[in-house]
Every structure is written in structure tokens, then in C-alpha cells.
């Protein structure tokens, strides 16, 4: 009697419930399809106001290759390299940059560096003046080839490898796949463990979100990347006008962008379990306040690198070679000679 009587008051109410349901619904899609107007609105709106297309190349080099920039051609590219210090050096230093730097990044170090070594940096492949790999290849194995084909145009059989953040990846992949060339490695805030707790970097976040990506090619403000490079410092006061223009002008150099993006589509998952491989006597460097890799993958590093040696350093953020250069040249200078 009672579910008798129970199925009867739903059936007397079920249309009005469909009818409230259906206006529900007609408001539901109103809000979200005036949403949606507002966010394409806001997009256009956007471009209209910050586009900014693409910087020619020979203007962005005219502007940043003076002496001593050299470019090598190599695998479709013209790689802008700078070779500097002693010539005579057995056993010279490569330093490879992190994601959307270039070679730059290691003045000041390289000033200290050069007066006891040689000392030779690039423009990896998708960034500063060397600019887009023509097939848009940007693999870990591509990086490794790339390093080893540069090195023997050098001339150069054997060196110490030194890498900065995406750098420091390609750096310690190199030392697996020419382990008879790498004299020593030097890992600094080096990329190489699944990311857990970092507040990151608002740029890249940004352009690894496929539709966003699509825009911030189009749609660069020069305060975007402002905030990136506070994102990377510890010190917001040693970020000057004239770091934040090379940032923002390399980052505009013809293709880059796009580059950038496609780095982001290609990017594979990280398997640490390769790190533990790595035999080369290794030096980690670890700039102590990093948002972007914090200071415990430093400390993994250590662990799982048989023999390697670590240096925290204070008051520094994710490129202390940018930021504390000279507690990095003391870090580095007893472990390269």
C-alpha cells in the first residue's frame, strides 16, 4: 500500500521535475555559453593588443653576436657557439643552459671560469641565436647526438660537461651515452626527477597547456616573462632591465616560440632509474631557494650518484650562476683543474 502510493506522488510530480530540470539545464548552457563568448572576446582582445610576431634572426644576431660569438653549420643548423680561455687545455668545459636561455646565462662564470680553462658554450638546438632544429626534433637522443656531433667538429675527445636545469638533463644523459668522452660532470639545479612539490615557472606552465601554448606563440608580454625570471631568482633585485630585454628578445628570435612548444609536446617522462648509471666523477651544485626543482632532487642526485659531491648555495634561486656566479666559480674551480 505504501509503495503503491509513494509511485503515484512521483508520477503526479515527475513533470513538473522535468520541467524545473529542463530550466535548470537552458540557464546552465546560458551561463556557459556566455562564458565562453567572454573568454574568446577576452583571447582576441588580447592578440589584438600584445602580438608580437617573430624577430627576424639577423636582426636578433646583429643586436647579440659580437665577439667572440663563432656559428658552426651543423645538422641544418648555423650553432652559435663562443670558445674561450686557454686553447692549450687538455680538458675543456662545455656548458649547455636550461629551457629558454641560451649561452648568455654563463657570462659572469665564464669571465672567472676563462682565466685558468677553456671554456666553450652554445645555443643548444630551439633557443638563442643556433634557433629551431629544421625537423623539430627535440628528443633526449636527438640532444645527445647533437653534443657529440659538436664536440668532434671541435675537435675535442675528451671534457667536462656542465648543464643547467633542462641543460643539466641533456648533461648527464650525454655522460651515459659517451661515458669514454666525459671527463667529469657537473650538475647544476640539473632537470632529471618527476617534479612534486615546486611552485614552477608561470611561462612554462603556460606553454605546456596545449591551447595556451598556442596563444602565448602569438601573445608574449614582456611582463610575462618578467615574472618568469622572478619565478627562477631568489634576489628580484639582480634581475635588471637589460637581463630581462636579452630574455625576452632571444625568446622572440625567429622560431623560437614554436620551439619551445614543440619541446613541451615532446617531452618524455623521466626515468631516474638511468641517473644511478652515471659513473663520471660528478659535482652537484644546488642553488638553495629553487621554486622550479627544489633543493631535495640536489640531494637525490647526491644519493644516487655513487661518489659525487654537492655544494648548497645560499641566497640562490634556480640559475645561481646567473645570480651567486662567484659562490659557483668557487664550487666549481678545485673540482675542473
Known amino acids: 500500500m505504501s509503495n503503491t502510493f509513494q509511485?503515484?506522488?512521483?508520477?503526479?510530480?515527475?513533470?513538473?521535475?522535468?520541467?524545473?530540470?529542463?530550466?535548470?539545464?537552458?540557464?546552465?548552457?546560458?551561463?556557459?555559453?556566455?562564458?565562453?563568448?567572454?573568454?574568446?572576446?577576452?583571447?582576441?582582445?588580447?592578440?589584438?593588443?600584445?602580438?608580437?610576431?617573430?624577430?627576424?634572426?639577423?636582426?636578433?644576431?646583429?643586436?647579440?653576436?659580437?665577439?667572440?660569438?663563432?656559428?658552426?653549420p651543423l645538422m641544418g643548423m648555423e650553432v652559435h657557439y663562443r670558445d674561450e680561455g686557454d686553447p692549450q687545455d687538455s680538458f675543456p668545459i662545455l656548458l649547455l643552459h636550461g629551457l629558454s636561455s641560451s649561452l648568455y646565462t654563463w657570462d659572469s662564470l665564464t669571465s672567472m671560469l676563462s682565466e685558468k680553462k677553456r671554456?666553450?658554450?652554445?645555443?643548444?638546438?630551439?633557443?638563442?641565436?643556433?634557433?629551431?632544429?629544421?625537423?623539430?626534433?627535440?628528443?633526449?637522443?636527438?640532444?645527445?647526438?647533437?653534443?657529440?656531433?659538436?664536440?668532434?667538429?671541435?675537435?675535442?675527445?675528451?671534457?667536462?660537461?656542465?648543464?643547467?636545469?633542462?641543460?643539466?638533463?641533456?648533461?648527464?644523459?650525454?655522460?651515459?651515452?659517451?661515458?669514454?668522452?666525459?671527463?667529469?660532470?657537473?650538475?647544476?639545479?640539473?632537470?632529471?626527477?618527476?617534479?612534486?612539490?615546486?611552485?614552477?615557472?608561470?611561462?612554462?606552465?603556460?606553454?605546456a597547456i596545449p591551447v595556451l601554448g598556442e596563444v602565448i606563440k602569438k601573445v608574449t608580454p614582456r611582463a610575462l616573462v618578467k615574472k618568469s625570471l622572478k619565478d627562477a631568482y631568489s634576489d628580484d633585485n639582480k634581475i635588471s632591465e637589460a637581463i630581462t630585454n636579452?630574455?625576452?628578445?632571444?625568446?622572440?628570435?625567429?622560431?623560437?616560440?614554436?620551439?619551445?612548444?614543440?619541446?613541451?609536446?615532446?617531452?618524455?617522462?623521466?626515468?631516474?632509474?638511468?641517473i644511478k648509471n652515471v659513473h663520471a666523477p660528478t659535482l652537484i651544485i644546488w642553488g638553495k631557494d629553487d621554486q622550479m626543482i627544489d633543493v631535495s632532487n640536489g640531494l637525490r642526485f647526491n644519493q644516487d650518484i655513487q661518489g659525487s659531491l654537492i655544494r648548497i648555495i645560499d641566497h640562490s634561486g634556480h640559475v645561481p650562476m646567473e645570480e651567486t656566479p662567484r659562490a659557483v666559480y668557487q664550487a666549481m674551480i678545485n673540482f675542473v683543474q
Not at 13 to 41: E, G, T, V, Y
Not at 125 to 139: C, I, V
Not at 247 to 274: H, M, S, T, W
Open 246 to 274: 636579452r630574455y625576452y628578445d632571444l625568446l622572440l628570435c625567429e622560431g623560437n616560440r614554436q620551439a619551445l612548444i614543440d619541446i613541451f609536446k615532446q617531452r618524455a617522462v623521466p626515468n631516474p632509474d638511468n
Open 119 to 207: 671554456v666553450i658554450r652554445i645555443d643548444l638546438p630551439g633557443f638563442g641565436l643556433t634557433g629551431p632544429d629544421p625537423e623539430q626534433a627535440y628528443s633526449i637522443e636527438y640532444y645527445n647526438r647533437f653534443i657529440d656531433s659538436f664536440m668532434i667538429k671541435m675537435n675535442i675527445n675528451q671534457y667536462i660537461i656542465a648543464g643547467n636545469s633542462f641543460g643539466g638533463n641533456i648533461a648527464w644523459n650525454q655522460a651515459l651515452y659517451r661515458p669514454e668522452k666525459i671527463r667529469k660532470l657537473i650538475l647544476i639545479n640539473s632537470a632529471g626527477y618527476p617534479r612534486t612539490k615546486e611552485k614552477g615557472n608561470i611561462g612554462f606552465k603556460l606553454a
Open 7 to 72: 509511485k503515484k506522488n512521483f508520477t503526479r510530480l515527475h513533470p513538473d521535475f522535468l520541467i524545473l530540470k529542463k530550466s535548470q539545464m537552458r540557464n546552465l548552457i546560458k551561463i556557459l555559453l556566455r562564458s565562453l563568448l567572454f573568454f574568446f572576446a577576452a583571447l582576441i582582445i588580447l592578440l589584438l593588443i600584445f602580438h608580437k610576431g617573430d624577430t627576424p634572426r639577423v636582426d636578433v644576431i646583429q643586436k647579440y653576436a659580437g665577439s667572440p660569438s663563432k656559428f658552426m
